[in-house]
């Protein structure tokens, strides 16, 4: 099995090599001067022989908050760390939320019903040849992402953590229903709904 790891290894060119730089995703995060990255790693799974995707989490040093929750950024990993958690470093933002440009052709890319990729000029061009919907978004005409902050758009306020009846963080909590007051190794916790 040793063997063919390293057959492996050579092959896919990952010898004794780390990587350094990685490309994901990013999350939404309360930490200050940081935003935290979603990086998809690909692991072998030796017993069954194949790769399997898996993912990773990084906070990445952003004093600036140039990212914004949904944005595709490149993250290099830092020399000296932070802190414990602040281990890589915002290269740039390679593609803003809804903004995705192929790679091999440069054009605009855009996902329709029952997500289907396909291109902004070959929409416009089946808009020309069928006539064109009132309902559809045009993205030349639209206002740069983040304009509504603080109108409508509050993605750039802290995030706050909701918990359940017994104090357990719970994601997927709806905040309907009637108010609770909850106590938590004897601290008040703010109310909320159930």
Not at 69 to 76: E, Q, R
Not at 129 to 135: E, M, S
Request: hydrophobic share 35%.
């Amino acid at each position: 099995m040793a063997n063919l790891k390293a057959e492996l290894n050579q092959f896919y060119g990952i010898g004794s090599q780390t990587l350094k730089m990685f490309l994901g995703a990013c999350k939404p995060c309360d930490k200050k001067n940081a935003t935290k990255v979603m990086v998809s790693k690909f692991v072998l799974d030796e017993n069954l022989f194949a790769f399997f995707k898996e993912p990773q989490t990084y906070f990445a040093y952003d004093p600036d908050k140039i990212c914004k929750v949904g944005d595709i950024v490149l993250i290099k990993e830092l020399k000296e760390k932070k802190t414990t958690l602040i281990t890589h470093e915002i290269l740039k933002v390679l593609y803003p939320l809804g903004d995705i440009t192929d790679p091999l052709t440069g054009r605009k890319v855009t996902n329709t019903a029952f997500n289907k990729t396909k291109f902004r000029d070959e929409l416009d061009e089946l808009c020309k040849f069928y006539g064109k919907n009132p309902n559809r978004f045009i993205y030349k005409d639209a206002p740069p992402r983040g304009w509504q902050e603080g109108k409508r758009d509050f993605s750039d306020k802290v995030i706050t953590v909701q918990y359940n009846d017994d104090g357990i963080q719970n994601r997927y909590q709806r905040n309907y229903g009637k108010p609770v007051n909850l106590k938590y190794k004897d601290k008040q916790l703010p109310l909320f709904r159930v």
